[in-house]
C-alpha cells in the first residue's frame, strides 16, 4: 500500500542543475535506506546515491561532487540534487526506499521513474 511518488526531471543543458525528489505516502512506520537509481537506455540500471535514516551518503564515482542526495524524515521524502550535469547523465532515474508499512514487514519500493535529459 506504499506508493513512492516522483517529481521533477525533464530536459536540462548540459552544465546545468535539476533537483528531483521523491515521497513516500501510505501506512509507513520507518524507512530505512532512501535510494536514487537511474537507467540509460540499453545499459543496466545502477546505482547514484543512497542515504541512511542518520544521514550518511553515498555516491558513484560518476556523480561524487555534482549530486547531493537529502532526506527529509518528518516528511518521508528523500531529493536528489543535480549539479554540472553531462550528457552521460541521461537517464531514467527511479526513486528507492526500505520501508516498514502497515503489513509489519521491511520491503524495498520504487518509484514510477522520472525521465531526466541533458542537452550538449
Known amino acids: 500500500q506504499v506508493q513512492l511518488v516522483e517529481s521533477g526531471g525533464g530536459l536540462v543543458q548540459a552544465g546545468g542543475s535539476l533537483r528531483v525528489s521523491c515521497a513516500a505516502s501510505g501506512t509507513i512506520f520507518d524507512i530505512n535506506d532512501m535510494e536514487w537509481h537511474r537507467q540509460a537506455p540499453g545499459k543496466q540500471r545502477e546505482l547514484v546515491a543512497s542515504v541512511t535514516r542518520s544521514g550518511t551518503t553515498t555516491y558513484a564515482d560518476s556523480v561524487k561532487g555534482r549530486f547531493t542526495i537529502s532526506r527529509d524524515n518528518a516528511k518521508n521524502m528523500v531529493d536528489l540534487q543535480m549539479n554540472d550535469l553531462k550528457s552521460e547523465d541521461t537517464a531514467v532515474y527511479y526513486c528507492?526506499?526500505?520501508?516498514?508499512?502497515?503489513?509489519?514487514?521491511?520491503?524495498?519500493?520504487w518509484g514510477q521513474g522520472t525521465q531526466v535529459t541533458v542537452s550538449s
Open positions: 528507492n526506499a526500505d520501508i516498514l508499512s502497515g503489513g509489519k514487514f521491511w520491503r524495498h519500493y
